[in-house]
């Protein structure tokens, strides 16, 4: 393999794995609060993709930006309100029962509403556009994708540690009913975090399928699962991990492509999954699981 | 002093999970005054501070304070009129720092919290000294002062206390003990739950007995201290 080939695909690797990484910081918020593996984020990913095709027929891009994200952001927030709230004190795996429910509801009501057939994504002006770096050659998307993960990663933690809000997540992340004592309202808190979860996968949607081009109902269910092994990978419940497990998984699955074992693509990210879970299941940056007494 | 009544209780009735944690009590917390309920494990203590503070729901009676009634009225919103419950086993979130932990307490309010930071400070030292530290790194005792001073951020009318001197040495027992004097001295109201009755019995004006749910007994916390059943039960092994 030529260098320059391998920068190429290194590139592409990074790429995908920056929009892996803002996924997969859904999982993983949403599990720091709630202990919950939200399998309907995968399809809140789908959804938004679909939400772009529609506004991008009848609108211009910076509208339809704006809108889709609102829009992605109310669907996750109301998916938290009807499939999850209601289950706030019942034992963990009536959550994640619901959780799975609510996948396939979206991937069901995106079938009928949409048909099952492919639908082409829009192309948002100057993402596709190519970039000539010496003999490498890249979409504008592929470029920016690691860049802006990295930002949005450091803005989100700086959210985290500096401010009210941040801290009433960590806070409510530890001991829901002393946040409660401390007058903190929970529901709000776990709103914010699932709409800060959907922004994110909708800002990956935007990447990821801008360079993926069509979008189906089933388009969530695969990334959506990597993302969680990205997060796994990372230490379910941190987000430097996630992101460091998105970028693992992107680049590990791109090299396998380029090596022309792309039949084991997938198949790579599982296998991590499984040695994950066999020899470190906190994940490269989990803390040691403390119960609480 | 006046016999102002901050919080009444009436009638309060509390099921549990099945179980009647609380039979029907009626408690008054006159203003400024330390009022504590004593009893052993079971007897429904901790669950009617929670019912006060709003995170568990009484079934039926009323809690009146400054005229409100606070059933079914969110955590939240029960702080912000001026409760606050430092709960049994003292909670501090860990994963935060000592400051944090006190910046927390004033979650509700929205003004600068240097003076308030300041009074805390001022009764518990060692939390300035600390100020940097994650809250999980601390001892015991100096957990439970961090849990008191993080409910004084919220500016209580009515502090109330779960049992904050379990599993603490004596000499610190003692020094809680001594804050909640001071604490309350400086204005606030107290309302404390013991299962060191002695200590409380000490320094309650007031005290309520309750045993399974119902109150057995009351009376100033002299009379009962000189109680032969009191000493009997609560008292008996314990040293003077």
């Known amino acids: ?293 | 002093m006046s016999n102002e009544r901050l919080l009444t209780i009436e009638d309060l009735r509390v099921d549990y999970g099945g179980i009647h944690a609380v039979k029907g009590i009626s408690i008054d917390v006159p203003k400024d005054r330390i009022i504590t309920l004593i009893g052993s494990n079971g007897a429904g203590k901790s669950t009617t501070l929670r019912t006060i503070a709003g995170v568990v729901k009484a079934t039926s009676g009323s809690i009146c304070f400054e005229g409100n009634e606070l059933i079914g009225k969110t955590p939240d919103e029960i702080v912000s009129m001026g409760i606050t419950l430092v709960p049994e086993g003292r909670r501090v979130f860990e994963n935060l720092t000592v400051l944090e932990n006190l910046k927390i307490g004033a979650f509700i309010h929205k003004y600068k919290l240097d003076d308030d930071l300041e009074r805390v400070y001022h009764l518990f030292p060692r939390l300035r000294e600390r100020a940097w530290q994650l809250a999980g790194t601390l001892s015991g005792g100096e957990q439970q002062m961090l849990a008191v001073g993080r409910a004084l951020m919220s500016r209580p009318k009515l502090l109330m206390m779960d049992e904050p001197s379990l599993g603490l040495a004596p000499l610190i027992v003692k020094d809680i003990f001594d804050i909640i004097r001071t604490v309350n001295r400086e204005g606030i109201t107290v309302l404390l739950v013991e299962q060191n009755a002695n200590q409380a019995l000490k320094i309650a004006d007031y005290a309520y007995v309750l045993e399974t749910g119902d109150i057995s007994m009351q009376g100033s916390g002299n009379e009962l201290l000189a109680d032969e059943r009191i000493r009997e039960a609560y008292l008996g092994k314990r040293k003077e």
């Open chain 1, 1 to 293: 393999m030529s260098s320059t080939i391998l920068l190429q695909h290194t590139l592409t690797g990074i790429s995908l794995g920056g929009a892996y990484a803002l996924i997969a910081i859904g999982y993983t918020m949403v599990y720091g609060i709630l202990r919950l593996i939200n399998f309907a984020h995968g399809d809140i990913f789908m959804m938004a993709g679909y939400f772009m095709i529609f506004a991008m027929a009848s609108m211009p891009w910076f509208i339809a930006i704006p809108l889709v994200m609102i829009l992605t952001v109310m669907l996750g927030i109301a998916v938290e309100q009807v499939a999850y709230k209601p289950l706030r004190s019942a034992p963990r795996m009536s959550i994640m029962i619901s959780a799975i429910g609510v996948s396939y509801l979206l991937q069901n009501l995106a079938t009928y509403l949409f048909t099952a057939l492919p639908r082409g994504y829009p192309e948002i002006p100057y993402l596709k556009k190519i970039l000539h770096i010496g003999d490498v050659s890249a979409s504008l998307v592929t470029i920016i994708t690691p860049f802006l993960t990295v930002a949005l990663t450091f803005l989100l933690i700086a959210l985290i540690n500096h401010t009210k809000l941040g801290m009433a997540m960590r806070a409510v992340s530890r001991d829901y009913e002393t946040s409660q004592l401390m007058g903190i309202k929970i529901n709000r808190v776990i709103s914010a975090t699932f709409a800060i979860g959907s922004l994110l996968a909708f800002i990956g949607s935007l990447l990821y399928f801008t360079d993926r081009m069509t979008v189906f109902p089933f388009s969530g269910t695969l990334p959506g699962l990597k993302c969680f092994v990205a997060a796994v990978l990372g230490g379910i419940g941190s987000i430097p991990g996630a992101v460091v497990g998105g970028f693992i998984l992107g680049i590990g699955e791109t090299v396998l492509v380029a090596m022309g074992y792309s039949t084991f693509s997938d198949a790579f990210t599982f296998a991590i999954l499984i040695v994950m879970l066999l020899f470190r299941p906190t994940g490269l940056f989990g803390e040691k699981v403390t119960d609480k007494v």
